[in-house]
């Protein structure tokens, strides 16, 4: 279907609307306990939630802290609860979630200042399961070949950005840390199911203790929150299907 974008759609785009954000701060130096504070600023339905807080930063206060880098839904670094549901900041329109903002740090991590978290209690779980290719044969060749159908196999997992949006929005995980969580899992299918690698039984043996994928209870929160659209919650049971049935 072809869909155009009439000079009344432009214009609405353009027009500046009154913003209100309610942000939690949090800063260590001074704050015993979070708090809310209020912004009000103008925006265009078209600016993303990064550009509104930018103008909160760049012009109201300098000291609002958040993480960004690309601004284009590919890094992975400015995931935040924006009205009860994690999301990448830069890639939600002010036209996708509305003029009256509740943002908050994601849940489950410390936090570090304002919207910043500390991400390594995540990346060390992602780390424990070997997230990178192991293979080591000689291919006797330069390339290790793989079909088209062998590729698709794990399609979806490679398109993980590690943004933390899955783990931090599972119940399990907020109740107990120590769970490996949806993201680590999802980058252990990424490569269990690469007919190229060799350490999938060592990623399975992993993921099948007691922090590992049976402490899912399948609730979907994780598929909900992938801002990549990865079917997170198909990729755990798929992973559960292998450690049962000793099939990849
Ligand atoms: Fe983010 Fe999706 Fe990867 Fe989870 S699976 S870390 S939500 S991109
Ligand atoms: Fe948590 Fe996702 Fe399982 S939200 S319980 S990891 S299906
Ligand atoms: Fe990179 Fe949003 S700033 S994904």
Redesign the pocket.
């Known amino acids: 279907m072809v869909t155009t974008t009439s000079k009344r759609d432009v214009v609405d785009a353009m027009k500046l609307l009154t913003v209100h954000l309610r942000i939690k701060r949090y800063n260590p130096e001074v704050d015993t306990r979070p708090h809310w504070q209020d912004f009000e600023i103008q925006a265009k339905a078209a600016d993303t939630v990064l550009n509104a807080l930018h103008t909160i930063k760049w012009t109201i206060d300098g000291s609002l802290s958040f993480r960004r880098s690309c601004a284009h839904g590919v890094c ?1 670094s400015d ?1 935040m609860v924006i009205n009860g549901e994690n999301k990448l900041s830069c890639v939600n329109l002010i036209s996708d979630v509305g003029t009256d903002l509740v943002i908050e740090p994601i849940r489950g991590l410390p936090v570090i200042k304002d919207l910043i978290v500390d991400m390594e209690p995540f990346f060390a779980q992602y780390r424990s399961v070997i997230p990178y290719l192991i293979a080591d044969d000689d291919p006797g060749y330069k390339e290790r070949y793989q079909s088209q159908d062998e590729r698709a196999r794990y399609d979806d997992t490679t ?9 931090t929005s599972c119940p399990v995980y907020w109740a107990n840390g120590e769970y490996v969580g ?2 680590a899992i ?1 980058n252990a299918h990424r490569f269990i199911f690469d007919s190229r690698d060799h350490a999938a039984e060592r990623r399975l043996d992993i993921l099948n203790q007691k922090s590992g994928v049976w402490r899912c209870r399948t609730s979907f929160n ?1 598929t909900e ?4 659209g ?1 079917k ?1 919650t198909q990729a755990i049971e798929e992973v559960k299907r292998a450690i049962l049935y000793d099939r990849i």
């Open positions: 992975g995931a398109k993980c950005i590690l943004c933390a949006c899955c783990t949806p993201a999802i994780c929150a992938c801002p990549r990865i997170v």
